[in-house]
């Protein structure tokens, strides 16, 4: 509720138990990790603190530098065509940025490209039927996008950060399961909600359920040798 108001705590304690949740399936130090749309690098520099060499890919300038320094390592680049070789990353990490991609099964599939045999590809996302899925301006994107924008812009007078259809995209838990599922070169390990305490995998088994009270899915998956 505060990434608004206050990013640098909200994304450091983000950042904390994203990389915790990654930790329990693979040891990170030494490991190679690829942040894609990381922002300004708070998950990148979580990675080198529990020893990982961590390496951060984002396409927003704006987004890169918000901080005011670019982390070390940074590469201005898009998530649909990395500058990695095939199998290059031990770990293949991205945060919240699917909803924000149009294309999100190419997305997927060069997370995949670059990761090892074996490797883990952690992917999470605000899905757009949550109580969150309108990010800034939610939850008055049930009403529709256009006039929950206008309510946003009425009530804080400025514009709202996210446009559907530019950098925001309707995307659903349904369908991006049964993509991970239906691929050979993955495993899913845990399909999850991030944030719920409990409950969390029993959620993501009910369809229709899962669009709203899932709020954001958590998808750690296993490249296939």
């Not at 924000?100 to 992917?123: C, K, N, W």
């Not at 757009?128 to 256009?146: D, F, I, K, V």
């Not at 993501?204 to 958590?218: S, Y």
């Amino acid at each position: 509720m505060r990434e608004q108001s206050d990013p640098e705590r909200c994304y450091t304690l983000l950042a904390r138990d994203s990389v915790a949740q990654v930790a329990r399936h693979i040891d990170l130090p030494g490991k190679i990790v690829v942040d894609i749309g990381g922002g300004s690098g708070h998950f990148t520099e979580e990675f080198r603190r529990r020893g990982a060499r961590s390496y951060l890919f984002e396409p927003d300038l704006r987004e890169l530098s918000a901080r005011g320094t670019v982390t070390e390592d940074a590469v201005l680049a898009d998530g649909y065509l990395l500058p990695l070789a095939d199998g290059a990353a031990d770990v293949c990490f991205s945060s919240n940025v699917l909803e924000h991609v149009a294309d999100p099964q190419t997305f997927i599939s060069e997370m995949v490209r670059v990761t090892r045999p074996g490797g883990l590809i952690y992917l999470s996302f605000t899905n757009w039927l949550s109580p969150w899925g309108g990010h800034e301006t939610a939850p008055w994107h049930y009403l529709g996008a256009g006039r929950a924008r206008d309510r946003y812009e009425r009530r804080t007078g400025r514009e709202a950060k996210h446009t559907l259809g530019e950098n925001l995209f309707p995307v659903h838990i349904g369908p991006t399961l049964r993509h991970v599922r239906g691929r050979d070169d993955v495993q899913v390990v845990t399909a999850r909600s991030r944030y719920w305490p409990f409950f969390a995998s029993t959620i993501t088994r009910v369809p229709g359920l899962r669009e709203i009270a899932t709020w954001n899915l958590l998808l750690i998956l296993r490249r296939s040798p």
